[in-house]
């Protein structure tokens, strides 16, 4: 007996229907029309078919360019609400994304090395457990990438001359995101074209370490020492609301522990962390202690690793919901709040008696405690304040300082952005008695020297005598 | 813009010289470029106040001091970007772009590649010495794969870009290659980018004696330059060697490299055409310095008119202005969805 196989005839899944048209003129019939009513599942107009005249040729199913759109009727489809709906995220059988915890691991004795900064903040880089080195060539930081490139590759790290610092920026974005602790070296011209980059980190919550050997400005300025990214680093990081911690260390052992800190740092809040140094401090020999201890980094939960586990995780800083970037804002908020309160850092030296403090970060505050020594000696009671995090500004650690003071005196190789923190950190403490301040500054490689700070310090002390 | 017979060269030269110390390295490449650059200007018929030297960062960018011209110091690989600003805010300027492999190839890749698309009217000289020299000896975009530098001490990995094929592959109108060591070449080379209307691009093969002497020995080496280099030359075989007994044929697809001896063996060999229309030939003479059986190519490879983006540019404003008329502000401010509130 002759069998013929009767052929399917299409269905729509209205939640997959995009309403494109395709079908309906590819159906020689005229069975398929434009839909009417919006679709509550995907918010849009699924065709409607009338199978009275379908003969079943199939032409509609080679026009749908949906996946799912219109298909042929099998009689083993379940067509029951659950097919004709989208999948229900919640019943994704994805597993939830775990952290695999890091390790610290012994560091065995060495003799303290005898290292410039930038191979100082290297080191540290490396025993921090950051394997992966993204950068451009720039001086005065160069030096500290071309010892990654030397030391990475043997442990089994990776390193990469990008082509620009655009492209390095964007390339710890994405090591970042897949939960690796990564760096750079760059100095000001480079790190003002980071910015970008930085943003969207902070916006997408990705950590990185940035290491800012500050040269002179604006523009090409030139290769010498100046500490006039503080405003970049403190106040300026891309468009939008960002904020990151800023290390400021004065030494190359500083170089090497605070580097290793912002890792543990950048990691502990999701945020990159730029670490300043300048020109002199990138350059300058000096011995350096290894620390006891090293790290070995896992994988946080929330890492694009490329195991079935973290497969869920998505890296995005864009939030089109005007409503949900609100939120996003306000989380970001709440976690500067909690660094402000949990991570201000300074060294105070004599600063305990002190009635004049001299403020001041990176080299310059080498100058100044040299001329805190210098004034002891000669009965002045100076002291030195040195900010280790300019963001946050370490106000809790100067207000109790305030009230035996008689003069502060900022030393800076920039045009005031370091007062500029100290003015906004006393504003927002909401401390008004403040004693009269004044400073030293220099600009374009030129540093202030141990002389005139001293000369500085005795010329208001004269003042007031006088007066 | 032939040359003038009237100038009085050596006070030409010297009207260009600039009363800066020049800071390159005794012995670097670019004191040649620089010499061959201020006695072609006086050459080329526009005055020292209509020529501005426009360059990025590294140190062939350090070129605008050492000319007595306008001059710009600009961002690193941006050069061409500022350049274009120049140009359209004044057309009648002669713009020379100086700039170097890892400014124009790495950071400046993108800019350099719209300024030949767009075909603006300038010149772009790019000392390529294949290795950051200004930041001490890193390895740059043209670098050969497996080079040993500060930041590959284990060799290059990266394939190197190569500037001809890059740029004829952007549509750069003018395109040729000359030699920090051969300064008649250069000169001659200079005046042809000069002369060309439309984008003039110009590799210089430039040694850096600090961080990559030797580079590109094979063409400048007395002793073995002759077997190494191919002179090109408009309508002529593309023939070669101390005793021009070699020649360049197309087999297939692929260039030749033929022995010559005897009338017949001369057939079939290639003819230089600056006015191929097609990017086919002038690619496949572009490719040959990866072949390490072919010569190296210098000359002019590509001399193609088409309109200029400066020209085509001040023509549209004639044409809006020829159909909408003269535009006026105060009109302006009054059409469209404006009234007046009483």
Redesign the interface.
């Known amino acids: 007996m002759l069998q013929t196989r009767e052929r399917p005839k299409p269905v729509v899944l209205p939640a997959y229907c995009k309403g494109c048209g395709r079908c309906v003129s590819a159906c020689p019939q005229h069975c398929i029309t434009l839909g009417t009513e919006i679709n509550p599942e995907s918010g849009l107009i699924p065709v409607e078919i009338d199978l009275e005249k379908c003969n079943g040729c199939g032409l509609c199913f080679a026009a749908c360019p949906e996946p799912y759109g219109l298909t042929a009727y099998d009689p083993l489809m379940d067509l029951d609400e659950s097919y004709l709906k989208f999948p229900d995220e919640d019943s994704s059988t994805a597993p939830v994304p775990q952290e695999i915890s890091g390790e610290t691991l012994p560091l065995p004795p060495v003799e303290p090395l005898m290292i410039k900064g930038t191979y100082a903040a290297a080191i540290g880089a490396l025993l921090a457990g950051c394997r992966h080195f993204f950068g451009?060539?720039?001086?005065p930081s160069?030096e500290g990438?071309?010892l990654m490139?030397?030391l990475l590759?043997n442990l089994n790290g990776v390193?990469v001359?990008a082509?620009?610092?655009?492209a390095t920026v964007n390339m710890m974005y994405g090591c970042g995101g897949a939960g690796m602790p990564c760096m750079t070296f760059t100095s000001s011209?480079g790190f003002s074209l980071m910015l970008e980059g930085v943003s969207y980190m902070i916006g997408a919550e990705v950590p990185g370490v940035f290491i800012n050997i500050m040269r002179g400005g604006p523009?090409?300025g030139n290769i010498g020492p100046e500490q006039a990214d503080i405003k970049l680093a403190c106040r300026g990081l891309g468009h939008g609301n960002t904020h990151a911690i800023v290390l400021t260390p004065d030494s190359p052992q500083e170089m090497l522990d605070l580097t290793m800190l912002a890792f543990e740092l950048t990691f502990k809040y999701r945020n990159p962390v730029v670490l300043l140094g300048d020109g002199y401090l990138g350059q300058i020999t000096g011995k350096v202690k290894l620390p006891e201890r090293m790290i070995k980094p896992g994988i946080p939960s929330w890492g694009v690793y490329g195991d079935d586990m973290h497969r869920r995780n998505l890296i995005c800083s864009i939030q089109l919901s005007e409503p949900d970037l609100e939120i996003h804002n306000l989380h970001l908020n709440e976690k500067y709040q909690r660094i402000i309160e949990s991570e201000q850092r300074a060294d105070c030296f004599h600063c305990d008696d002190a009635d004049t403090l001299i403020i001041a970060a990176n080299t310059p505050a080498r100058m100044a405690k040299g001329a805190v020594q210098v004034l002891r000696d000669r009965g002045v009671k100076a002291g030195l304040f040195r900010p280790i995090t300019l963001w946050p500004f370490p106000i809790d650690i100067l207000a109790p300082l305030l009230p035996k003071l008689r003069q502060i005196v900022i030393v800076e190789a920039s045009n005031g952005q370091l007062e500029d923190e100290l003015r906004l950190a006393l504003s927002h403490a909401e401390i008004i008695d403040v004693p009269p301040i004044s400073h030293v500054r220099h600009f374009g490689g030129v540093l202030p020297q141990q002389q005139e700070i001293i000369d500085r310090v005795l010329e208001t002390i004269d003042t007031e005598v006088t007066s | 813009m032939a040359d003038n017979p009237a100038v009085d060269q050596k006070s030409a030269k010297a009207n260009f010289a600039s009363d800066q110390d020049v800071r390159w390295c005794p012995g670097c490449g670019d004191y040649a470029i620089l010499a061959q650059m201020k006695k072609v200007l006086p050459e080329i018929g526009v005055p020292r106040e209509k020529v501005v030297f426009i360059s990025g960062?590294g140190c062939a960018s350090r070129f605008p001091y050492y000319i007595n011209s306008y001059g710009f110091?600009t961002?690193?690989?941006r050069a061409p970007a500022v350049a274009t600003g120049v140009k359209l805010a004044n057309p009648e300027l002669s713009v020379w772009i100086i700039t170097g492999d890892g400014d124009s190839l790495?950071?400046g890749?993108n800019h350099l590649l719209h300024l030949c698309r767009r075909n603006l009217n300038v010149n772009i000289i790019l000392f390529n010495n294949q290795i950051?020299g200004?930041?001490?000896g890193?390895?740059s975009?043209t670098s050969p794969v497996g080079k040993r530098t500060?930041?590959?001490?284990?060799g290059s990995l990266d394939t190197p870009f190569n500037p001809m094929s890059l740029v004829l592959g952007a549509g750069a109108s003018f395109v040729a290659r000359t030699i920090d060591r051969d300064t008649k070449h250069m000169a001659a080379t200079f005046k042809r980018a000069a002369a060309h209307k439309g984008c003039s691009f110009v590799e210089v093969y430039q040694n850096c004696i600090i961080f990559n002497d030797g580079a590109f020995q094979s063409v400048t080496d007395p002793k073995i330059k002759q077997e190494n280099l191919l002179y090109l030359e408009d309508g002529r075989e593309l023939v070669y060697g101390a005793d021009n007994d070699k020649g360049i044929r197309l087999e297939g697809l692929k260039l030749e490299a033929a022995a010559l001896n005897g009338p017949e063996s001369r057939n079939g060999l290639l003819k230089h055409q600056e006015t191929m229309p097609d990017e086919a030939y002038t690619y496949l003479l572009s490719k040959m310095t990866e072949r390490p059986d072919l010569p190296t190519p210098i000359g002019v490879f590509r001399a193609l008119e088409r309109p200029t983006y400066d020209e085509v540019f001040m023509q549209q404003i004639d044409d809006v202005t020829q159909k909408k008329g003269k535009g006026n502000l105060k009109e302006l401010f009054i059409t469209g969805n404006t009234w007046k509130v009483d």
């Open positions: 451009y060539p720039i001086t160069t990438a071309e490139a030397k590759p390193f001359q082509v620009s610092e655009v011209p523009g090409l | 960062i110091h961002i690193h690989g790495s950071i890749g950051y200004l930041t001490k890193q390895y975009p500060k930041t590959t001490p284990y």
